[in-house]
């Protein structure tokens, strides 16, 4: 059964405000999100880290139907992206799994199973989904840097609540924690990995590292007003 629990009022709750990706080629990397449909949602950095296999993480679009999810697919696919999982229908609704040419995996999936309008390239919802190897104490680790969970289910998964952003800032992209293992199979791919993830995270008032390895930064302070 899931639960909903809560953290203890802060002045200014912790989320995850921005995540970024870093990449060997700055600008192929900036070519292939532009032409993918989801900028808005990372930010780049140009970084030569080792890193093999699994990386551990995956960022998911959540979109209205399967004609929107196959025409982010192809889009991805057209910019330079593997298909790892064809998208296809399963027991929760449609998705397929590109990885990306910088390495990062995108799950793309709606849970209608039926268009009920044309495709569009709007996305309902992104979520940044990280594998971890025990939830509950991930999850408790987060909930004490100061993060809200909104869903829980048991050891095998956890949500939290998602930033709120006014009109015209990048979008919102959601945390939530799986099971590292679990995570790779849906994706398609082996579990072994090593070295750097290749993804930071940022949202909350001080730099730390989980204990997963995903580091996270404090958020840059506003750049001061031109005169």
């Given at each position: ?9 802060h ?48 960022l ?6 399967p ?20 998208a ?26 039926k ?5 569009t ?33 048991g ?14 800032e ?18 398609g ?36 007003a031109?005169?």
């Amino acid at each position: 059964m899931a639960t909903t629990t809560h953290t203890p009022a802060h002045t200014s709750p912790a989320s995850l405000a921005f995540v970024t990706l870093e990449v060997a080629d700055l600008e192929a990397a900036r070519r292939f999100y532009g032409a993918f449909g989801v900028g808005a949602y990372v930010r780049l950095r140009a970084c030569d880290a080792h890193s093999t296999g699994f990386r551990g993480f995956t960022l998911g679009l959540t979109v209205s139907g399967p004609a929107t999810v196959d025409g982010f697919v192809a889009a991805a696919v057209d910019a330079g992206a593997t298909v790892l999982k064809p998208a296809a229908k399963s027991l929760w609704g449609y998705g397929g799994v590109v990885q990306a040419p910088d390495g990062t995996i995108w799950k793309i999936a709606t849970s209608a199973k039926k268009d009920t309008g044309p495709a569009t390239r709007e996305i309902d919802e992104v979520v940044l989904l990280i594998g971890v190897e025990d939830v509950k104490a991930t999850r408790q680790f987060y909930v004490g840097r100061g993060l809200t969970v909104a869903k829980s289910f048991g050891g095998k998964y956890a949500e939290f609540t998602a930033a709120e952003f006014t009109a015209g800032e990048s979008g919102t992209v959601k945390l939530a924690l799986y099971k590292r293992r679990a995570l790779a199979k849906d994706l398609g791919v082996p579990a072994d990995g090593s070295g750097s993830h290749r993804i930071v995270l940022g949202g909350t008032p001080e730099a730390f590292t989980d204990p997963d390895g995903f580091a996270w930064e404090a958020p840059e302070p506003p750049a001061p007003a031109q005169s």
